[in-house]
């Protein structure tokens, strides 16, 4: 969300004007290849086209409009990288690993936000797409009540206002 112009005016006549916004925050643990996770790691960004899993889950995400809409910003996302561990137990049909043993994942984490004033419905429909295509048996979904999320514009400078 690069860009602090406002049509009509310079940066520099202009002052940051910082707005918080309730929001929900999605986050979604997303497994991938070693392969895909060195590439990510290196800063190739061509990666997320590459990788057919988060190919699949970030269409499937643009599908929603309110994930994600910054105003002129849409779908925007942040993502990490890391490893996830668990042993699975009896009973288990686990995706990757076995059962009594402990298995390291490494993991996508696509993070996103949406008004908090969003209907449940709404978000009972994104969350069902989510479980639906997820490669895991039991997907690791977090959900967020309200937080503030700012966001920046700039509004005109008013005579004498001095800079901090």
Do not use: C
């Amino acid at each position: 969300m690069s860009g602090n112009r406002q049509p009509g005016g310079r940066k520099e006549d202009r002052f940051l004007d910082v707005q918080l916004h309730p929001v929900r925050k999605l986050r979604v643990h997303w497994p991938i290849s070693g392969t895909t996770f060195a590439q990510l790691a290196k800063g190739k960004a061509s990666a997320f086209r590459d990788d057919p899993g988060i190919a699949h889950l970030l269409q499937a995400l643009t599908q929603f409009r309110e994930l994600g809409d910054f105003g002129n910003y849409k779908h925007v996302f942040e993502s990490g990288l890391g490893f996830e561990g668990f042993t699975t137990a009896e009973g288990a049909n686990p995706t990757l690993g076995r059962v009594g043993e402990q298995t390291l994942s490494p993991t996508f984490v696509f993070t996103t936000y949406f008004d908090a004033s969003l209907e449940d419905a709404a978000v009972e429909r994104f969350m069902r797409q989510i479980v639906d295509i997820h490669p895991w048996e039991v997907p690791v979904i977090e959900l967020t009540g309200p937080i503030s999320v700012s966001s920046t514009a700039l509004a005109p400078a008013t005579e004498g206002s001095a800079a901090s």
